[in-house]
């Protein structure tokens, strides 16, 4: 019978550790002295005290490469949120959120640290404050959102004591900070677009941004409190920058940042929402004959039109979370780090 090396506490693995979250939770690894592992389809970069595993993480052989000697699994791979390819979806957030299960348990790893969302309870409806405790979407709002909340569910339920096999699942709002390549790509595109000028309803709505930093705090906390003892196993943690802002002033300042106008004009939230829903059906529907992508999808009005901010209370009871950069600081450095996106540049 092949014998295991005990893993070392130190030694982890990033499942998408090349993506904009899973970087920057490689690189704080690294500074706190982990020895780490990447796991993606794509190597982005090089770094000391970083080997890179390249593979599908719905290879279970390829996984195992990656995960010898390795006690501490992040998994933050998905396919991007934009995208609305169903079978992409279910074949890498459920089907291969399964692989990654099996093989942790193969390997012998000790913990494993899902990237879940806070929108596995939104279904384009406010939501204020919004505690742990509310059910799951019914309807979810999209396919990503679908098949987070079915990866969620997996992750947690594969929590067992007596396998020595703890889980848990941090569950971040709109990432944001330097090298995303979603919020602030799509905003500038669509100001440089000249589309940018409306505020969707009243512009009172308030939702959760997270700084980048913030969420890896927060799941390099859950790593490090997750034992056989504690209250995390099998449970899922808000993590927020606990400042609700209003959208629409997270994105003016986003904008006027970077030297773009902020929006001035309002539309009625239902109108956009409606013609939103028209157009996805009608890209739906032409897909044999063109590819259609439209910037005001129904979920992007959905998450600009409505109140959603979740409470971090059980982070802060349970591991110890405060958020460590201030929104007004989080926006600056964000802005400064995008100098390629300015107006004119
Ligand atoms: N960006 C956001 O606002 C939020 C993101 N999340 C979650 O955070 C996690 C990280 O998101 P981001 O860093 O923003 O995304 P990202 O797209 O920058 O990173 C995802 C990484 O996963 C890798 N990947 C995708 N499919 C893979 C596969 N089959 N095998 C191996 N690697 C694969 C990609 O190559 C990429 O490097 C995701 O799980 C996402 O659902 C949750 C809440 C908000
Ligand atoms: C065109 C404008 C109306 C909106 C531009 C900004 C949006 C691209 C972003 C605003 C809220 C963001 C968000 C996500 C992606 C980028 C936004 C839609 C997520 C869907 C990413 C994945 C998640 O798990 C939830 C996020 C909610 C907020």
Redesign the pocket.
């Known amino acids: 019978m092949a014998t295991r090396t005990r893993p070392s506490s130190k030694r982890c693995a990033v499942i998408g550790g090349s993506g904009f979250l899973g970087r920057h939770l490689v690189e704080r690894l690294v500074d706190r002295g982990y020895t780490v592992n990447v796991f993606d389809i794509r190597q982005a970069y090089e770094l000391p005290g970083v080997s890179f595993h390249q593979g599908d993480l719905c290879d279970r052989q390829a996984l195992l490469g990656a995960l010898r000697e390795v006690s501490v699994v992040f998994h933050c791979a998905s396919p991007a949120?934009?995208s609305d390819d169903r079978a992409l979806f279910h074949r890498v957030n459920v089907d291969g959120t399964r692989t990654v299960i099996q093989a942790c348990l193969e390997a012998g790893v000790q913990k494993l640290i899902l990237t879940s969302?806070?929108?596995v309870v939104f279904e384009g409806t406010d939501i204020k404050n919004g505690s742990e405790d509310l059910p799951y979407a019914n309807k979810p709002i999209d396919y990503?959102?679908e098949t987070?909340i079915q990866q969620e569910k997996l992750v947690l339920e594969a929590c067992s004591k007596e396998k020595g096999f703890l889980t848990v699942a941090i569950r971040?709002?709109?990432?944001f900070g330097p090298r995303d390549p979603?919020?602030v790509p799509?905003?500038v595109d669509?100001a440089r677009r000249g589309?940018?000028k409306f505020i969707?309803g009243d512009g009172s709505n308030l939702?959760d941004?997270t700084y980048v930093e913030n969420v890896v705090h927060g799941h390099i906390l859950a790593a490090e409190h997750l034992k056989a003892d504690s209250p995390l196993c099998g449970q899922a943690y808000h993590i927020t920058n606990d400042e609700p802002v209003h959208?629409w002033d997270f994105?003016s300042q986003i904008l006027e940042g970077l030297g773009y106008s902020a929006p001035r004009y309002h539309l009625p939230y239902t109108l956009v929402y409606g013609i939103a829903l028209l157009l996805w059906l009608m890209a739906v529907l032409l897909r044999p004959l063109i590819q259609i992508k439209p910037?005001?999808t129904p979920?992007?009005?959905a998450?600009?039109g409505t109140h959603h901010y979740y409470s971090c209370a059980r982070a802060k009871k349970d591991l110890g979370y405060q958020p460590l950069v201030p929104l007004r600081e989080a926006i600056v450095h964000t802005v400064e780090s995008y100098p390629h996106l300015r107006k004119g540049a």
């Open positions: 949120p934009a969302s806070a929108s990503y959102t987070k971040p709002h709109g990432i979603q919020l799509i905003l669509t589309k940018m969707i939702v941004f959208f994105m910037t005001f979920m992007r009005v998450l600009a």
